[in-house]
């Protein structure tokens, strides 16, 4: 089978990986270069646990081959704490319990993390439809939203 | 599992020679929220994906003399990020931001939601009512074609062999003039069409309207456009009564299926609803401009 050498970075760093045309981007991280955090729920772009950014651009990784990511700035999950410091995000939903199997967590704080880089207030409305692409069978959704604008308001600095 | 080629031209003309050489076996690659579905669900045929999106051409939006040229692979957050397009043609661009969630939107495309051949794509009803065209490059050259003139049925498109969609072009519109899209479906996120409808007019100075495209989605095999609805309103203030004649055509040219999401009664009568709600939306931005 062909298999294509792709540079990206990733998290900042450069990352190198060898993939077939039809394995996402989602597998590649995972299978490939052991980046599990990136969640795998549906494959077919519905629920969002595979969300990450592509040149700066919030995107689901079961939806994007990894050939395309060639010069590609990702962004995952694992690029999101500052070594053991957490982002305001991760303790929000620590602190408002925002969830439980965790599966679809990692989505939902990079989901939100593109949310408040492009608005920094965003409203509940707001939060809810930007959102409305991460899918959680746990929670109930409304400690998720309380913990981004929980974590918005301290990023305000309020 | 067949050997499955990627190609990543950077040129248009490089994209033709690729498709080319294909000899038809090779699937265009825009944001691939439609073709990646396709392809791990094991219903993508061919043997090459050919991605599009490197080619400056397709991922630009241009202000021209005439209109806009918006590049086929242009994503939905990238469309609704201009602000010109917005004024000039809101209705194009709620229909490309109505697909899917945040996600879906920093990949989907217009021509990918055109060329998948979807009769319930979002986007398409907007360039239709626009009277947009579409640049279309392949073997022989280049070719415009209108947007209404693509779609043929459920995933058929009037395309041919190595063709691909390059840009559209939304021509500018007299003053007073407005658009709108608006979609009806069971929740307020991520679901398919029941009915869609854009409505695109411009009035004179009386305010009587001079021109106007009506368009619906999700009613047929393919996007409609329903020249009926819009003579309904044309030599109108669009008051009432010429509103009530433009939903009647709305609704008498529905061809639907019955499904869970409506059945054929249900989307024939919400056709005729939304065509009027979406043309009153067109009015008051056409007042407005
Ligand atoms: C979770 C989810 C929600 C969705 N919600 C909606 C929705 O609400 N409304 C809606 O209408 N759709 C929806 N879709 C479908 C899809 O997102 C849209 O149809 C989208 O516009 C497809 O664009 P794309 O750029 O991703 O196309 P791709 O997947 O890249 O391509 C789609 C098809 O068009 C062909 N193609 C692409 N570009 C060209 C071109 N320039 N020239 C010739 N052929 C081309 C490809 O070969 C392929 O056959 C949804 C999809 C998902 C996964
Ligand atoms: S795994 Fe990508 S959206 Fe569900
Ligand atoms: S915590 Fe289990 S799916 Fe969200």
Redesign the pocket.
């Known amino acids: 089978m062909t298999k294509y050498h792709v540079k990206t970075m990733i998290n900042g760093d450069p990352a190198e990986f060898l993939c077939g045309t039809e394995q996402t981007v ?1 597998d590649c991280l995972r299978d490939e270069l052991g980046l599990t955090g990136s ?13 990450i950014t592509l040149d700066g651009r919030l995107v ?4 994007v081959l990894g050939v395309e990511t060639e010069g590609k700035d990702i962004e995952t999950i694992e690029g999101v704490a500052d070594g053991d410091d957490l982002h305001p995000i991760q303790k929000h939903f620590l602190q408002e319990a925002a969830l439980q199997c965790g599966i679809c967590t990692p ?1 939902f704080i990079v989901a939100a993390k593109a949310l408040l880089a492009e608005n920094p207030s965003p409203t509940e409305t707001e939060t809810r439809y930007w959102l409305a ?1 991460n ?1 959680c069978r746990c929670t109930g959704y409304d400690k998720i939203v309380t913990a981004v604008m929980n974590a918005a308001a301290e990023m305000r600095g309020e | 599992m067949s050997d499955l080629q990627f190609s990543s031209p950077k040129s248009v003309k490089e994209a033709v020679k690729i498709l080319f050489a294909a000899k038809g076996k090779a699937k265009v690659l825009a944001g691939g929220t439609d073709l990646l579905v396709q392809l791990r669900a094991g219903r993508m045929t061919g043997s090459m994906i050919v991605d599009i999106k490197n080619i400056p051409e397709l991922r630009s939006i241009k202000k021209e003399k005439n209109g806009f040229t918006v590049g086929a692979a242009v994503s939905g957050a990238e469309l609704g990020a201009h602000k010109a397009i917005n004024k000039a043609w809101p209705g194009v661009v709620e229909g490309l931001e109505l697909i899917g969630s945040t ?1 879906i939107q920093g990949r989907a495309s217009l021509g990918g939601n055109l060329c998948n051949g979807s009769p319930a794509a979002d986007s398409v009803p907007g360039l239709i009512a626009a009277g947009a065209t579409c640049k279309i490059a392949g073997p022989k050259g280049l070719r415009t074609a209108k947007v209404e003139d693509i779609v043929l049925g459920p995933g058929k498109t009037s395309l041919k062999a190595g063709e691909f969609v390059v840009s559209f072009f939304l021509p500018t519109r007299p003053k007073r003039s407005g658009d709108a899209y608006l979609r009806f479906i069971p929740r307020t996120e991520m679901d398919i069409a029941v009915v869609g409808a854009s409505v695109s007019l411009t009035l004179d100075k009386a305010g009587v309207c001079s021109d106007a495209r009506v368009s619906l989605g999700a009613v047929a095999p393919k996007p409609l456009l329903v020249a009926k609805a819009a003579r309904a309103i044309v030599g109108t203030k669009v008051d009432d009564e010429a509103l009530t004649q433009l939903s009647l055509a709305a609704s008498a040219a529905c061809d639907p299926i019955d499904d869970k999401r409506g059945t054929v009664e249900y989307r024939t009568k919400v056709a005729g609803v939304l065509a009027r709600r979406a043309a009153t939306i067109a009015l008051e931005r056409a007042r407005g401009n």
């Open positions: 989602l969640k795998e729920g549906c494959s077919s772009g519905d629920c969002g646990a595979c969300s689901c990784a079961c939806l989505g692409g899918l | 996600q």
